[in-house]
T-cell receptor, first 115, second 112 residues
């Protein structure tokens, strides 16, 4: 079956611009996660959705970052007034549920470059 | 906050040699997961360990969870070039079943 998909695969934007990153999880997975990965580091947790609601957004670095999952499937990570420090690979993952510790299936990521 | 420390950061081996990466925590872990990320790729789940002293094998890969549930290891026997990548351990953090905190990973390179 289809895995987690993310679009775009690459995004180059100018400092100060707004960007949206999309994630399409595995069908039937109720839990969805966003991570950010910088070069040479492990993925860093940003936000977790169980269904439509953001159950834990404690990893979002500041209020420029926001994510939605209006119908409990596709999610969009939104970054306002981008800064050069936002450059990283943004990974989306999904799992069957978040209420039990399950393996997380990662998408290919979106490489964001802020110039 | 909770952190898992991974060593070594890098490991270069000749094809056929063994490889081990270690993951250590100062606190008791509820479970630990291992992921592999190929160069340019995304993390792929390998295994989850839950029980104290647990040992699991996947072909040439052996995963161990310490008796005190504070450390874990991944051992690869007779490495192959297909083993190249970064191996991450990850722990559930913040008392949750969903929030994963990843170590910095061990980058394995294999000389054919």
């Amino acid at each position: 079956g289809a895995g987690v998909s993310q679009t775009p695969s690459n995004k180059v934007t100018e400092k100060g611009k707004y960007v949206e990153l999309r994630c399409d999880p595995i069908s039937g997975h109720t839990a969805l996660y966003w991570y950010r990965q910088s070069l040479g580091q492990g993925p860093e947790f940003l936000i977790y959705f169980q269904g439509t609601g953001a159950a834990d957004d404690s990893g979002l670095p500041n209020d420029r970052f926001f994510a939605v999952r209006p119908e409990g499937s596709v999610s969009t990570l939104k970054i306002q007034r981008t800064e050069r420090g936002d450059s990283a690979v943004y990974l989306c993952a999904s799992s069957l549920t978040g209420t039990t510790s399950y393996e997380q299936y990662f998408g290919p990521g979106t490489r964001l470059t802020v110039t | 906050g909770q952190q898992v420390m991974q060593i070594p950061q890098y490991q270069h081996v000749q094809e056929g040699e063994d490889f081990t990466t270690y993951c250590n925590s100062s606190t008791t872990l509820s479970n630990i997961q291992w992921y592999k990320q190929r160069p340019g790729g995304h993390p792929v789940f390998l295994i989850q360990l839950v029980k104290s002293g647990e040992v699991k094998k996947q072909k040439r890969l052996t995963f161990q969870f310490g008796e005190a549930k504070k450390n874990s290891s991944l051992h690869i026997t007779a490495t192959q070039t297909t083993d190249v990548g970064t191996y991450f351990c990850a722990q559930n953090s913040g008392g949750s079943n969903y929030k994963l905190t990843f170590g910095k990973g061990t980058l394995l390179t294999v000389n054919p």
